[in-house]
């Protein structure tokens, strides 16, 4: 634990101030007193009106509590006299009064920092984050934070900086400390240290690092950021699973267009679309049932191991990763992931057809994560909230509002049918403690602000759309055009860019020193919005990589294909090396087919 502190003796003599870090490990007890007779305790104050042994500090299941010892001048805890009255738990931040010696009690994870008489304090950073969490605008904050002026005359304004650093990340913010006069706080409101940073997709875990270099003691933190692919299994955070929910990946869109057939001879409709404009019978069921059908007959579904309960993250498997091979022994293909892959392969497609999916998650006890299944609004529009407590969820399954289907009872059972498998699914999550529901429908634009997220790239292609992002930032520009991305290919100088830049006789250093020279530049201080070429050129890539995620030779030749459509880039990057350059691509590098042929093959 830390404890900052100040002494202001009634006697007049001069004042102290200063912070200490103590030790407990291997006790819950430390006592409190003054060591002018050097008896030790855990925490002493050179206070004439702090008795020898004033009080006594405990911890119990992660809780500090303080009781007074019978000290002769007493104890204040946030102005509560505790003297007499037993123990007080503290709370972070909690302000202890004894004598004339005045501290703050702050875990031993908190910011304090000390600048003179000023100190600064309070909660850091959560120290794990994931990009979906990002992704859907769950802030990375710091704070709030405190300042407590512990000098006897006023201080003048004031400005304290944070930096946030990563590998491909370095943000700095200044937090402004108003004028404070003797004695007095005041509080800093909560920092998104991402509000103003231009944040690419980035898809490999890392740390950053947190650090407030003023003052001391120097205080950093390191957070580690999870991948693109993984999910926080906090229950606050299980909404950003509608950021995983892909209904536009190019394998959705195969296995939904294989489940239509299906519908011939059950139906007279050809397609889900035409299907769901009917508003008789239990369309949506029967939707869910051809895609059912797909999974069972088209190939063999497996289920991998379980969600472990209590992990702070899960890995989620992209669509196309659940796909495997068909073996020379074995003709048809299979599909595998864990329940909550299934999930939300089978919420993709859902969403898909056009019907409005649930990410359904349930446990042995309240708030812990063991499984999850998929669910779907029946003649219902989503409602106002986004997730869906357990209570409200069985009584929209009562009335038929919702129907749920556990993917992992056809991977258990073989040859189960549809409906059978329903009705197991709403048994397991009636027979569950605790559940909830992550309503995708009514997080979607114009309901929410949770979109997919972006298509699946590779490392060196999330740096170099970064480095573009960055580079704009910094030159100043209002927009970040084809020629930035350029650049950050080039930058980022991965494997691939430098083997056909080198073998089409290109300096890559000295032509992207170049092309550095003839970047647009302004006085923008915001964060640079991207052009309808740069959209457009990405999403080429996209379509280039077909089922596969996007790798350098995709975005190097969606930007070979689109410079002669864009008078900068055409500008910046001459036609005769863009010609070398295409050849060597195409015969290092072929064209991957865009087009998903079946649901079991692997592009």
Request: glycine share 8%; with cysteine; aromatic share 6%.
């Amino acid at each position: 634990m830390k404890v900052i502190w100040v002494c202001r003796p009634a006697s007049g003599a001069p004042m102290k101030s200063g912070s200490q870090r103590i030790d407990h490990t291997g006790t819950n007890e430390i006592w409190v007193g003054r060591d002018h007779r050097a008896w030790h305790p855990g925490l002493s104050f050179d206070d004439d009106r702090v008795s020898r042994s004033h009080a006594v500090l405990r911890q119990r299941a992660g809780t500090w509590f303080l009781e007074d010892r019978g000290s002769k001048h007493g104890t204040l805890v946030d102005g509560r006299e505790i003297t007499g009255h037993g123990e007080a738990s503290l709370a972070p931040g909690a302000e202890v009064v004894m004598g004339d010696t005045a501290w703050i009690y702050a875990p031993d994870d908190w910011i304090v920092v000390e600048d003179g008489p000023i100190a600064i304090y309070g909660p850091p950073c959560r120290h794990t984050t994931n990009y979906a969490l990002l992704h859907c605008g769950v802030p990375l904050e710091v704070g709030p934070l405190t300042a407590w002026n512990r000098g006897a005359d006023s201080a003048p304004e004031s400005r304290v900086r944070v930096e946030l650093a990563g590998p491909h990340l370095h943000a700095v913010i200044e937090l402004g400390v108003p004028r404070l006069g003797a004695g007095e706080r005041a509080g800093i409101p909560c920092l998104d240290l991402l509000k103003n940073t231009a944040l690419a997709l980035l898809g490999e875990s890392e740390t950053w690092t947190l650090e407030l270099p003023a003052g001391r003691p120097f205080f950093t933190q390191p957070i580690r950021v999870h991948g693109a692919w993984t999910l926080s299994l906090e229950t606050t955070d299980l909404r950003t699973v509608a950021a995983m929910v892909l209904p536009h990946d190019p394998r959705i869109e195969r296995v939904v267009l294989e489940s239509e057939q299906f519908l011939h001879g059950r139906t007279d409709h050809v397609t889900f679309e035409s299907l769901l404009r009917q508003s008789r019978g239990d369309v949506e069921t029967a939707v869910a049932e051809c895609l059912y059908r797909l999974f069972s007959e088209r190939c063999q579904p497996r289920c991998s191991d379980r969600i472990l309960c209590g992990r702070g993250y899960q890995a989620v498997r992209q669509p196309h990763r659940m796909f495997l091979a068909p073996s020379p022994g074995d003709p048809e293909p299979t599909c595998e992931g864990t329940c909550l892959d299934w999930s939300l392969l089978v919420a993709s497609c859902l969403e898909k057809t056009g019907l409005l999916p649930l990410v359904v998650f349930c446990g042995p006890e309240k708030e812990v994560v063991n499984h999850a299944m998929v669910g779907w609004w029946c003649d219902s529009a989503p409602g106002a909230r986004p997730v869906i407590d357990r209570n409200d969820l069985l009584e929209h399954l009562r009335k038929g509002h919702i129907q749920v289907l556990d993917m992992t009872l056809r991977c258990e059972v073989s040859e189960l049918p549809c409906a059978e498998a329903m009705a197991g699914s709403r048994k397991r999550l009636e027979r569950e403690t605790w559940a909830c529901a992550v309503d995708v429908g009514a997080l979607r634009p114009p309901r929410g602000t949770i979109t997919p997220m972006a298509w699946s790239l590779e490392p060196d292609v999330m740096r170099a759309h970064a480095l573009a992002m960055e580079t704009a930032k910094w030159r100043g520009a209002k927009r970040v055009g084809l020629t930035f991305l350029l650049y950050g290919l080039m930058a980022n100088g991965g494997p691939v860019t430098r083997e056909i830049f080198e073998a089409a006789g290109v300096d890559l250093r000295e032509r992207c020193a170049t092309l550095l020279k003839t970047l647009p530049h302004g006085e923008a201080d915001t964060v640079p919005v991207r052009t309808d070429a740069y959209d457009k050129c990405a999403d080429r890539s996209r379509r280039s990589a077909g089922a596969s995620s996007v790798a350098e030779s995709d975005l190097l030749r969606a930007l070979l294909e689109v410079a002669p459509y864009s008078e900068s880039l055409e500008r910046s990057w001459p036609k005769d090396e863009r010609d070398r350059v295409a050849t060597e691509l195409e015969s290092r590098y072929p064209r991957k087919s865009a087009i998903v042929m079946t649901i079991g093959s692997i592009p």
